[in-house]
């Protein structure tokens, strides 16, 4: 079995991507974003220590952690910010590894087509693939690029985000140059990129793959 790393930052469209890979070829999706958000529910594998490390003031009534207020602590604070991924990165790898195991055991249930599929590869859909260590483990890195100004037209329609805010996302996270760095394929999703783009480039990628 396979291991893909799907990466980019804000606004590129890695879900759209992972989306169509996910309904056009037997490899199964994970997104980390998803995984961490479980486990920072009440009694899962991170919430006693996030709770500890951030103070009360970021639980709601109903015991559930404020991941907006979380995000508007660490956003401001490096520091802090560090804290939360040292309690949080480990969980997720420790996650993933479960996941790695039960699927190169056989057949797993396709959340898609509601029975069991033989995947090939596993797709690990993260913004920070390289700084929460996950590079290593993967047998490819695909990198999803489009343009600044379309990254930033998205966040503000999608999120909601003023522009300021999209320019403060951006400048947060890794540079174009430095995805390019470390990808062992590139998928271009500008605008108007249609189903048939991804799948043929997917499809050439896992040519080099030797996964057809």
Request: with cysteine.
């Amino acid at each position: 079995m396979k291991i893909i790393g799907l990466t980019g930052g804000a606004g590129c469209g890695k879900s759209f991507v992972a989306g169509v890979i996910m309904k056009n070829f037997p490899i199964l999706h994970i997104s980390t974003d998803d995984i961490s958000r479980r486990q920072m529910r009440p009694g899962e594998a991170v919430y006693d220590a996030v709770v500890a490390e951030f103070g009360p003031e970021i639980v709601c009534a109903d015991k559930t952690i404020d991941r907006s207020k979380l995000a508007s602590i660490v956003f401001s604070d490096r520091e802090k910010l560090k804290i939360l991924e040292g309690i949080t990165h480990p969980a997720v790898l420790k996650e993933l590894e479960r996941i790695f195991g039960i699927v190169e055991k056989g057949l797993v249930l396709s959340p898609i087509f509601d029975r069991p599929i033989p995947y090939k590869a596993v797709l690990v859909e993260t913004a920070i693939l390289k700084e929460a260590g996950y590079c290593d483990m993967c047998d490819a890195v695909w990198y999803v690029y489009a343009p600044e100004e379309q990254r930033i037209a998205r966040m503000m329609e999608q999120r909601g985000y003023t522009r300021e805010r999209c320019l403060e996302t951006l400048a947060s996270q890794a540079s174009d140059e430095e995805f390019r760095s470390y990808a062992t394929g590139i998928i271009e999703n500008p605008d108007k990129t249609r189903e048939c783009d991804i799948i043929r480039q997917v499809r050439e990628l896992l040519y080099e793959m030797k996964l057809r």
